[in-house]
């Protein structure tokens, strides 16, 4: 009987239970409760930052760190190969540059990348001058995750224009004790004038002799949109695939991300991070537009206090000695310019720690009972902008 009938895949309908780290999703930071127009830092974040990878078409690239050691069909490895067209491989095979046509696994053909797995295998176009190709090792010893993305890269096709302006995400997914195996694909579009649209979702060992793919994904015809892929080996040479929640890790590949802040219906910022200085309280969103086919979305709420007071009494009773601006957390104002200026316009005081607040002196010495004028502004690379002023009765 040949070997290839002796092995059992199970292709298994319902989720598997099997251990994922924790996955932030975008997160706008914490809420904020201020003064009016205390100048407020809110900056996005979602995951770390991914390494790139400089490759270009039908290119093979290595080797790169896993970061631990992974089993694959019985084998030990700490490194891995990149194919452009979709595939990381744990040896290097030189006969596997230039190949871009994919082909239905096991396949022992000399060509082929072996100890390979296509995440999926299929014609791509990263240009050199660009960066498509990012990876990262997660997580803590017995735990860790090599993620290796692909994000926006177009498919290749004869003319250019035929497929338009086609791209495809993905990411494969190796995690340290379990040696389970994720595909994650945000996208893989169709391009149906170059090599039928066939690409090949799938693994295969070391000499081409046993390999297992996504039912109906071995070098066919097919489209994929948010899904999710697990392989679980369940001997040396075999492999169960379930179908997984989509679920893309949290890697950055920075060249292909983009932030669009809003206070309410209007933009008020493309970076990552904006100053405000509401004088109401006010929701801010962030979306978070990941490889051009992902779109993440959070808030975080400004909450502004009761009017600045608008007098003080520094007399050192501890009743309301000194005159204080509010912004909490401290540290999420970090453009904060606070200044007091007396009758004569001479400023007498200033500072950028939202925490100190004016004890009604000027360089040590007691100032007389009166009105003095404050002043809250920011400066950031464009401009100085005064976000609120008044007056403050200073009694003696």
């Not at 194919?83 to 696994?105: C, D, E, L, M, Q």
């Not at 959070?298 to 009743?319: E, H, R, Y």
Request: glycine letters at 8%; charged letters at 15%.
């Amino acid at each position: 009987m040949n070997r290839l009938n002796l092995i059992k895949l199970l292709f298994l309908s319902s989720i598997l239970y099997y251990p994922f780290s924790a996955r932030a999703q975008l997160d706008a930071g914490p809420n904020d409760t201020i003064n009016p127009g205390v100048p407020v830092t809110l900056t996005a974040t979602y995951g770390e930052l991914g390494i790139p990878v400089t490759i270009g078409d039908d290119d093979v690239e290595g080797p790169f760190p896993i970061g631990f050691t992974f089993r694959f069909f019985g084998n030990m490895f700490t490194e891995f190969y990149i194919g452009s067209n979709g595939w990381i491989s744990f040896t290097y095979n030189p006969n596997s540059v230039g190949i871009r046509n994919p082909k239905a696994v096991p396949t022992t053909d000399p060509t082929y990348p072996k100890n390979v797995i296509m995440g999926p295998w299929v014609d791509l176009f990263p240009r050199i001058s660009d960066t498509y190709v990012f990876y990262l090792t997660t997580g803590d010893t017995a735990n860790r995750i090599l993620t290796v993305m692909w994000c926006q890269v177009p498919m290749y096709s004869n003319p250019p224009s035929a497929c338009g302006d086609s791209v495809t995400t993905f990411q494969i997914i190796l995690h340290e004790g379990t040696n389970t195996i994720e595909n994650q694909i945000l996208a893989k579009e169709s391009c149906s004038n170059w090599f039928n649209n066939r690409a090949t979702l799938g693994l295969q060992n070391s000499d081409g002799t046993v390999g297992f793919a996504v039912p109906g994904r071995n070098n066919t015809s097919w489209t994929a949109h948010q899904e999710g892929w697990l392989y679980t080996p369940i001997s040396v040479d075999s492999f169960q695939i379930a179908p997984i929640p989509f679920h893309l890790q949290n890697l950055i590949p920075a060249n292909k991300v983009a932030y669009r802040w809003y206070e309410g219906s209007e933009q008020i910022s493309t970076d990552q991070t904006v100053t405000v200085a509401p004088n109401q309280t006010t929701w801010y969103y962030v979306y978070f537009d990941l490889c051009s086919g992902l779109v993440l979305k959070d808030s975080v709420l400004i909450f502004v206090s009761p009017p600045i007071p608008n007098a003080f009494t520094p007399n050192g009773d501890g009743k309301n000695d000194v005159f204080r601006i509010l912004g909490t957390p401290p540290e999420n104002i970090t453009q904060y310019n606070f200044h007091i200026y007396n009758r004569w316009g001479q400023m007498i005081f200033n500072t950028t720690d939202i925490t100190e607040g004016w004890d009604g002196r000027d360089k040590g010495n007691y100032c007389p009972a009166g009105i003095y004028v404050w002043e809250i502004f920011y400066l950031d690379s464009k401009k100085v902008k005064v976000t609120n002023k008044g007056t403050v009765m200073l009694i003696r």
